[in-house]
Nanobody, 121 residues
């Protein structure tokens, strides 16, 4: 089992920045691909980004150039730096873990409880 706990969400004005953190515990953190998904009210959960143990990344087109994922394997933590935030980035952001390279949320084995991000216009 892997336990994931997100933090860092909040309310920010458009154009602002936030950094989310996801602390992992349980099985070996470095064995897992770590991802961020988000879910806006009334919408499906959507892929945001993932990072492999070695630092290989993939981003959704909607966040490319604005969001940066990183991980600290020594601290068992993954981060999501979000810059130039837009109102359409408003959602609950979830941290997830799996052993493959997927953008489909159904392929992820472990999930955090989510953290709310609200971007005001």
């Amino acid at each position: 089992q892997v336990q994931l706990v997100e933090s860092g969400g909040g309310l920010v004005q458009a154009g602002g920045s936030l950094r989310l953190s996801c602390a992992a515990s349980g099985r070996t953190f470095s064995n897992y691909v770590m991802a961020w998904f988000r879910q806006a009210p009334g919408k499906q959960r959507e892929f945001v980004t993932y990072i492999s143990w070695s630092g290989m990344t993939k981003y959704a087109d909607s966040v490319k150039g604005r969001f940066t994922i990183s991980r600290d394997n020594a601290k068992n933590t993954v981060y999501l730096q979000m810059n130039s935030l837009k109102p359409e980035d408003t959602a609950v952001y979830y941290c997830a873990a799996t052993r493959g390279y997927y953008i489909d949320y159904s392929q992820y084995d472990y999930w955090g409880q989510g953290t709310h991000v609200t971007v005001s216009s």
